[in-house]
């Protein structure tokens, strides 16, 4: 009996890799459907009717033991002033929150000193949402889950932070303007 030749070596891997790609998409039609994506996290959390504006923030990160690819964003950077509503979706791997804070001046976000704790200052915040699954604030919101949060804005510069320890430094932070 002799060998393959590496062109037919070649190619049963090729017909091979084909026909399991083909079996794994068609195994995919015999699964339950399920929600995907930015906002799957909501499934077991029943989110009221928000009031006025909607900002829809996610948190993410990298997971894994180093925190260095963190980001709290938004799907705008302007919003009316008067009442705005803050949905938070946790798309990460850790517990997060999101703190609304006046930024001073011409101060930016991302620039506040970092404590050693690892935290800001969260002097004249203006409320949070940190609670899974709820308004308001509480331990964090939970991987895969949200948190909201409803009130009145005067027209201003904000910057929404997560102010757990590291989390801020690591980049979780965005600005909103209020006009």
């Not at 504006?53 to 894994?64: C, L, S």
């Not at 001046?105 to 050693?116: F, M």
């Amino acid at each position: 009996m002799t060998g393959l030749s590496r062109r037919s070596t070649v190619l049963v891997g090729v017909l091979a890799t084909l026909a399991l790609t083909a079996l794994s998409i068609a195994a995919l039609g015999f699964l339950p459907p399920r929600q995907t994506g930015l906002f799957a996290g909501r499934a077991g959390c029943s989110v009221p009717g928000l009031a006025g504006a909607v900002v829809d923030v996610t948190a993410t990160d990298m997971g894994g033991p180093m925190m260095g690819a963190m980001r709290l964003t938004s799907d705008r950077a302007t919003v009316a002033h008067g009442r705005v509503s803050f949905l938070v979706t946790n798309a990460g791997r850790y517990t997060h929150e999101m703190v609304i804070l006046p930024l001073p001046g011409t101060g930016t976000a991302g620039t506040r000193p970092v404590g050693g704790d690892g935290k800001i200052d969260e002097t004249g915040s203006l409320g949070e949402a940190s609670a899974s699954c709820a308004e308001g604030a509480g331990q964090g919101i939970l991987p895969r889950t949200v948190g909201w949060l409803s009130l009145d804005l005067a027209p201003g510069r904000y910057e929404l932070v997560c102010n757990f320890p590291g989390h801020y430094s690591s980049g979780m932070y965005t600005q909103l303007t209020v006009t």
